[in-house]
């Protein structure tokens, strides 16, 4: 990197640290300033503040979760930037704001790691400082790469006296039974598969196949690859390849969240099979009722979170061992699409009893 590259680069920097700075402050300074409520509150942590659109799904779901489970509640959400920014206050905003009929609700996804994002130290900021509260971990996924930042995970967690731990794949429950001997810790699917089953594309043509694979540290898959399998498809169907980004900005999707959310599973219903790396890519797919064939990642998140389908959608959900087996069952699944539509398994069994397991664990 030449200095006309460093020189802009630490320009966009100083500008995003110095928006931060100004958001972090402008956010704690209205928190400190609204009043008590009468009724209890849901302090939502982490919301998602990026284009993708599974995390964004995640958002919407706990979000909408919680609004149909606790209505006489007030939920105030905050970004985990926000949170960790000690400079003005925020944790002690909180632990003065925080009564015993509150509940922090902290975001979902790939959170508890040492992989980097800042989600992980936030959690351990807010048990550290507040030991006590009703916490309730939507479904994790965990991976630590150090033995330290593991066991600084476990002495944190296990302060916390009243949270449930949700796990989001049987890897990650039997780590989080592991590290987590104080805690409620309950084996949760993704939040996003309680969408599966509630939509209807009888109506759509289905007349392409979508690769929707990663662009980041968690790809195993060359492009090169890829475009291999692609060409090698276009034998049989036009072939679109893409990602679960946002095509607007983050303002615009935060806006009308429930449009760009249906809008994301409406595209997949266009197609007669997916093949992704996307573990939301898996779920969109599901969500539209097309077939998806799952790629690996280059660790545990997807290829096991497609476990909770076995059983259930075995018509619908396929994992390959390589790309020419991917290429084989997508094959199989364009000459010979299944005909079922998908029930809401998990909205059923899971989204509508977790209410009562918060009950019964930390309320």
Excluded at 61 to 76: A, D, G
Excluded at 209 to 238: F, M, T, W
Aim: charged share 25%.
């Amino acid at each position: 990197m030449n200095l006309k590259e460093i020189v802009p680069l630490r320009i966009r920097l100083f500008r995003r640290n110095l928006v931060d700075t100004f958001v972090n402050f402008w956010c704690t300074k209205k928190f400190s300033r609204i009043p008590e409520a009468a009724c209890p509150t849901i302090y939502y942590l982490g919301v998602t503040t990026h284009r993708n659109l599974g995390d964004l799904a995640q958002h919407y779901c706990i979000r909408s979760w919680l609004k149909n489970n606790y209505p006489t509640h007030r939920m105030l959400e905050f970004s985990s930037k926000v949170v960790i920014d000690q400079r003005f206050g925020f944790m002690k905003t909180l632990q003065s704001k925080l009564n015993s009929d509150d509940m922090i609700v902290f975001q979902s996804g790939y959170t508890t790691q040492d992989l980097g994002g800042n989600h992980e130290f936030m959690h351990r900021l807010v048990i550290d400082n507040l030991p006590e509260a009703k916490i309730l971990m939507m479904p994790q996924t965990i991976f630590f790469q150090e033995e330290a930042n593991r066991r600084r995970t476990e002495v944190s967690y296990n302060k916390a006296k009243n949270m449930l731990f949700l796990a989001r794949d049987k890897i990650s429950y039997d780590m989080a039974l592991d590290m987590f001997p104080d805690v409620h810790v309950r084996l949760y699917p993704d939040i996003v598969t309680s969408l599966i089953g509630t939509y209807d594309f009888s109506h759509v043509k289905r007349d392409k196949a979508y690769l929707c694979c990663r662009n980041d540290s968690e790809k195993y898959y060359s492009d090169a690859a890829l475009g291999v399998l692609k060409k090698k498809l276009e034998q049989h169907l036009p072939v679109d390849r893409s990602d679960t980004q946002s095509p607007v900005s983050l303002r615009k999707t935060l806006s009308n969240l429930q449009y760009y959310i249906e809008e994301e599973i409406a595209k997949f219903s266009e197609y007669r099979v997916t093949i992704t790396d996307r573990y939301h890519g898996t779920i969109f797919s599901l969500a539209a009722n097309t077939p998806v064939v799952i790629i690996k990642t280059t660790d545990h998140k997807v290829t096991t979170g497609a476990e909770w389908f076995r059983g259930i959608y075995d018509e619908h959900v396929f994992v390959a061992d390589s790309l020419d087996h991917a290429y084989d069952l997508a094959r199989r699944i364009i000459e010979c699409p299944p005909k079922r539509d998908l029930p809401p398994y998990f909205d059923e069994e899971y989204y509508g009893k977790l209410k009562q397991l918060v009950c019964d664990t930390i309320e």
